[in-house]
């Protein structure tokens, strides 16, 4: 049994996410963290997929998934419901890393193409950006890794006594 608790409620949006493997393994990502639920947007592979499926273990039949054309509005939805913040992941200057960033709950992460990134029109819909410091030349990093990273950065930061600005674990 695990002494961690978990996180207050954290979607996840998939913009134009080609490959149904990265999907798969983000589901099981989401599972991992205690994620609320995956939001696939334009062609993102979404369940029932064959290879989503074989990369999900399982997970796309326990995390709640629902689909939208974009991701531009899957956050002015998500804006309706009522989260408190929206945030990009995405390799910006100036952007503050995924670990040292506040986080106010709800929270969506929007993860963006392996290629073209988040949409800029959903960039400039969001509330910020948080980004992983890339040091190396190519300075590319796979979604899925991406995706741990920033999630566990979120787990990490609402673990912190008293949670993240005053929210507590467990709301």
Not at 24 to 38: D, M, Q, S
Not at 114 to 123: C, I, K, Q, R, S
């Amino acid at each position: 049994m695990s002494s961690y608790e978990k996180p207050p409620r954290t979607v996840i949006v998939l913009d134009r996410l080609r490959s149904a493997h990265n999907t798969g393994n983000i589901f099981r990502l989401a599972e991992a963290v205690g994620a609320a639920e995956i939001i696939a947007c334009g062609y993102t592979p979404a369940p029932p997929h064959p290879k989503l499926a074989k990369t999900a273990m399982g997970t796309d039949a326990m995390v709640p998934c629902r689909s939208f054309p974009s991701s531009l509005e899957a956050v002015a939805q998500l804006r309706r419901e009522g989260f408190r913040q929206i945030l990009a992941v995405e390799s910006m200057p100036d952007a503050p890393a995924a670990w040292d960033f506040p986080y106010q709950f709800p929270l969506a992460l929007v993860f963006g193409n392996e290629a073209l990134g988040v949409a800029p029109e959903t960039l400039a819909a969001c509330d910020g950006v948080v980004a992983l410091p890339m040091f190396g030349n190519k300075a590319s990093i796979n979604v899925g890794n991406c995706a741990a990273v920033v999630l566990y950065a979120v787990v990490a930061r609402a673990g912190l006594p008293g949670g993240i600005n005053g929210e507590t674990m467990g709301k």
